[in-house]
């Protein structure tokens, strides 16, 4: 399970993650924390994947494990909206991919998320998904180029749409190879999962 503190638009959360196994909450490495019977007393008893700020919120997007067993994550970052009034950020969303190691969480940038999918909720991308049996495919929604960040304006009707890309990896996730699904759109592609 990977988890934060709460809702994006009330804490600069980080992210975590911990597993279930035989009745046994455990950490990414094994440490066992407490039976399912115990709540966890504090969000960082997990394994922490991203520290977040009031620069940097983080809200997970999806999860899979890979044919080793180990869990592998996407997950979006709010950049550069701290001390904005709820509405009012949002404009710098990232996508971020995280592959447990055995030992260590791995962290790479994905790609740009774009901007906030609707106003008053600012962290709310239009989504990812990794594919279940091959975790170096992915599949994002962003109304941003995936690799420059710059708007994706479509040439049939002059506005910025959410378009659907696929994304492939061969070196576990340090860089990735951008293939549009959709382009020039007239409507938002949403909801990539």
């Not at 922490?48 to 940097?56: E, S, T, W, Y």
């Not at 495919?137 to 710059?150: E, H, M």
């Not at 492939?168 to 959709?182: E, F, H, I, R, Y």
Request: aromatic share 14%.
């Amino acid at each position: 399970m990977v988890y934060t503190k709460g809702h994006p638009r009330d804490y600069n959360n980080s992210l975590y993650h911990i597993y279930y196994r035989a009745g046994q909450l455990y950490q990414s490495n094994g440490t066992k924390l407490y039976s399912l019977q115990v709540e966890l007393d504090l969000p960082y008893q997990g394994t922490q994947i991203f520290r977040g700020d009031a620069q940097h919120v983080a809200w997970i997007v999806d999860l899979v494990l890979d044919n080793n067993d180990y869990p592998v994550c996407i997950y979006s970052v709010q950049y550069n909206s701290a001390g904005l009034p709820v509405g009012q950020g949002g404009d710098d969303l990232r996508y971020f991919y995280a592959r447990w190691h055995g030992s260590i969480w791995y962290n790479y940038s994905l790609a740009y998320a774009g901007c906030r999918l609707y106003a008053g909720e600012d962290d709310y991308s239009g989504l990812a998904a990794i594919e279940p049996d091959n975790p170096s495919t992915v599949y994002i929604s962003t109304n941003s180029d995936p690799l420059t960040g710059n708007p994706l304006i479509s040439h049939n009707d002059e506005q910025r749409h959410y378009e659907l890309f696929c994304g492939k990896t061969n070196d576990s996730g340090q860089t990735w190879a951008w293939t549009a699904l959709t382009s020039d759109s007239n409507a938002d592609n949403l909801r990539s999962i």
